[in-house]
């Protein structure tokens, strides 16, 4: 093993890098769709924020040279969709499904516009620590090279299942999602909390973009995001509005998602566009498994509309 | 104003205020063109904020806007090509919203329908070289209507069986036509000459469908403008489309009248990506010749914009379809002209779609519009 040449380890290997390395833009969007969808109402605008969020990253880690002010960025711009989101749906009568699909056609648009001019410059991006230097097997290193990013996600799932469980903070949204009178008799006002909790969601998403743009795959282009906001999305209706199952899910689809390239690196190259749809296939086999038209799902928020 | 002598005998009866004017009768068709033309012109103006913030001059934006869409005969015809595809994508989600059902996977109904349609013309040319061109036509535009029309169906069985939510997995079902369509046409169904840009082979010139006479336009608008009223006629005058909005009013009450929900959601599915479908082998037969990725050209995605601006009716589908065809047929000019990215049309439709929606809360509240009561 030591002449580096590992055959066909090197498939389950670039998975296993791949689950670490691609699962970090769903882990955040998941997550911050967890916060969004169990305050009661559902974002399907972050593809949008996504995509938003990596323009915004580039482009501030360009003009500033500080690729985490570039993170602070996304998420900045991630929030005030977030804003736009939930400042819309708080009119009457406005379906929240129908705005996140307007959200991410503008999202898109105005990421595409305004990143109109950074395809060409090369930012700073964000640096990876080492966890593969004790290996002489470069396969190994590579997929040992870990963004901290991916770590803060890591730690970011258990702290939101013990908020949920056990803050205030967690009650709040929690009796939001469960029953809107309930919150409004405690005294909340149920659209702030759902502003709070789509701006927090919509932070997590853009973050998550950056991701995109300043590690992996680390640059700014039109087809950079192709759908991974909205199986996010789909991935916390599987993982039952559960932090901890949204790290598990994450970073299967990471892994369903980094099959593709792999099985190119090994010379498998017919059937690449299906293995890059891996994912999307992914989804809705999981989808077609858990849900039943018969009983609402288990762990769903009762004020979302996509589960009545 | 005639009726209004026969209203007043029972307006004296019941009470003064009710006799009501023109407007106040008038006030729900009056809203459903007020409200959204109130709503589009909120998002040109934001739009022309936002331009010019970037320096450029709003007045020319609306200039330039308009001679792209409007302003020519020519720009006319490249508005009509546009708005054809959109009619058909805006059914596949105004179908399903009658059943209170958000389809958002035209796109992908549009790729498998120009894909399937495209398989027709291949195999009827080996196998049938003798066709004419009318039946080959017919054969296409029945492949990708069934192709379309079963992507779709597969989003509402899988709601009807499995209770899927039916907006996520239309969705995914675009990525996955775009990932089938990116794979047969780089490998299996790849012609060896399309070196830069794979692509399927040609459905040859002599099937190509050709334009309205007198005009550059393509037969597609027509099939456009009858699929849309065919569809107007289907929801608004058969039993079928009342128990249809029946059951999109209230799904419980359907049930209980005895109306079978599954049948309509699975029927009004297939139809909705018949439509979608037929979208994609216009397309192919009228203008690309051939399938390549350039099909995924986010009609689909504008379709769905449309479909909300006209309220999901079918009939007004026709003059938002041209609306914002005209809008993206200026897109070009924009970008020559005025020097605006490409993506300032993306910008415009997402403005005008959340202005669209946030104009729903509207409604009923207009005071001048509301009777006295």
Not at chain 1, 254 to 279: E, I, K, R
Not at chain 2, 25 to 50: M, N, W
Not at chain 2, 104 to 133: F, N, Q, V
Request: aromatic letters at 10%; proline letters at 5%; hydrophobic letters at 55%.
């Amino acid at each position: 093993m030591a002449d580096g040449s590992i055959g066909l380890w090197t498939v389950p290997l670039a998975v296993f890098g791949g689950a670490i390395r691609v699962s970090t833009p769903f882990l955040f969007v998941s997550l911050g769709e967890c916060i969004t969808e169990r305050s009661g109402r559902i974002n399907l605008g972050l593809e949008g924020t996504l995509v938003m969020g990596a323009m915004s990253a580039y482009g501030i880690s360009y003009l500033s040279g500080s690729p985490w002010l570039g993170v602070l960025a996304a998420g900045i711009a991630g929030a005030l969709l977030g804003a736009l989101h939930a400042g819309i749906c708080s009119l009457p009568r406005v379906n929240d499904v129908a705005v996140g699909i307007a959200l991410m056609l503008f999202g898109t648009g105005l990421a595409f516009y305004l990143g109109k001019p950074l395809i060409e410059p090369t930012a700073p991006r964000l640096p990876a620590i080492d966890f593969g230097w004790w290996s002489d097997i470069p396969q190994v290193r590579a997929a040992l090279r870990i963004n901290v990013l991916f770590l803060i996600g890591v730690m970011l799932a258990p702290v939101l299942y013990w908020a949920f469980r056990s803050t205030r903070w967690g009650l709040v949204i929690r009796t939001a999602g469960e029953s809107a009178d309930a919150a409004r008799a405690m005294g909340h006002s149920v659209l702030l909390i759902r502003l709070r909790a789509t701006m927090v969601g919509g932070f997590l998403a853009g973050i998550g973009g950056s991701f995109l743009s300043l590690f992996y795959p680390g640059s700014w282009n039109e087809g950079l995001s192709s759908g991974q906001g909205i199986t996010a999305v789909a991935l916390v209706i599987f993982a039952r509005w559960d932090p901890m199952l949204c790290l598990w899910a994450s970073l299967a689809f990471g892994g369903a998602a980094a099959l593709g390239p792999a099985l190119q690196s090994v010379g498998v190259t017919s059937g690449y566009h299906l293995f890059n749809a891996a994912p999307y296939f992914l989804t809705l086999a999981i989808m077609i498994i858990t849900c039943s038209p018969k009983r609402t799902l288990t762990g769903a928020p009762a004020e979302l509309s996509i589960t009545r | 104003m005639s009726s209004e002598v026969a209203d007043s005998a029972d307006a004296v009866a019941v009470a003064p205020a009710a006799d009501a004017g023109f407007l106040q009768r008038h006030g729900t068709r009056i809203e459903y063109i007020l409200i959204p033309g109130a709503a589009l012109s909120a998002a040109l103006v934001v739009f022309g904020v936002f331009v010019a913030l970037f320096g450029k001059n709003p007045l020319d934006l609306y200039f330039y806007m308009y001679y792209g869409a409007f302003g020519t005969w020519f720009s006319w015809q490249n508005t009509l090509t546009r708005a054809a595809p959109l009619i058909l994508t805006a059914l596949c989600t105004a179908l399903p919203a009658q059943l209170g059902m958000v389809i958002i996977g035209g796109e992908g109904a549009l790729l498998i329908g120009a894909l399937s349609a495209t398989s027709m013309a291949l195999a009827m040319a080996s196998a049938m070289p003798w066709a004419p061109p009318l039946a080959v036509q017919i054969a296409m535009a029945a492949a990708g209507m069934v192709g379309g029309g079963l992507w779709i169906l597969l989003a509402g069985a899988l709601r009807q069986y499995r209770g899927v939510n039916e907006t996520i997995s239309s969705l995914l079902l675009v990525y996955i036509a775009l990932a089938i369509l990116n794979h047969l046409v780089e490998g299996p169904m790849r012609d060896p000459a399309s070196l830069n840009k794979p692509s399927t082979r040609e459905i040859g010139a002599a099937n190509m469908i050709g334009s309205i006479p007198g005009t550059e336009v393509h037969w597609g608008l027509v099939f456009g403008l009858i699929a849309a009223i065919l569809s107007y006629i289907l929801i608004y005058h058969t039993t079928f489309g009342f128990a249809a909005r029946v059951a999109g009013g209230n799904i419980r009450a359907a049930r209980i009248v005895g109306l079978s929900v599954g049948k309509l959601i699975l029927t009004i599915c297939f139809l909705a990506g018949s439509c979608a479908g037929l979208a994609g082998m216009v397309e192919v037969a009228a203008v690309q010749g051939r399938t390549n990725a350039n099909l995924a050209a986010g009609y689909g995605f504008t379709g769905i914009l449309v479909a909300f601006l006209a309220r999901q009716n079918p009939l007004a589908i026709i003059p938002v379809a041209i609306l914002l065809g005209g809008i993206s047929a200026s897109g070009g000019l924009l970008q020559r002209r005025l020097d605006l990215p490409d993506a300032s049309v993306l910008v415009l439709q997402g403005i005008i779609f959340m202005f669209v929606l946030a104009s729903d809360a509207m409604y009923g509240r207009i005071g001048f519009l509301k009777g006295k009561s």
